[in-house]
């Protein structure tokens, strides 16, 4: 849908929270050929959005079964807990020092 003619961005609803917001305001969640579930704009397949740094919408749509509706097959309970440790907040992480495509900083 590039160039839209009223300028508007496109909303998507949250999984979790039911919420329709802008995509800048939401992660898309896609599930991968192996059933796992990966954060990525730009990966091919079907895609769940949640709000942005929101453990609140990540817990209800794991209650609410979002994931399973939203691509639309049964999700591994594994794979939706892989999910939830790649999206922690890096700066809540005591196990890595550094931001992921980030080259180290030079001392």
Known sequence: MPGRADGAAPVRTCVGCRE???QD???RIARRGDGS???GRTL???GAWLCRASPTCLDLAIRRGGFARAF???IDP???EELRTTLVDPADR????FVPG???ARN
């Open 20 to 22: 329709r917001r802008t």
């Open 25 to 27: 305001q939401l992660t």
């Open 94 to 97: 005591s196990d890595i020092d």
């Open 44 to 46: 091919p397949g079907r």
């Open 78 to 80: 594994a794979h939706v």
């Open 37 to 39: 579930l990966a954060p």
């Open 72 to 74: 639309r097959t049964s």
């Open 102 to 104: 980030v080259p180290p």
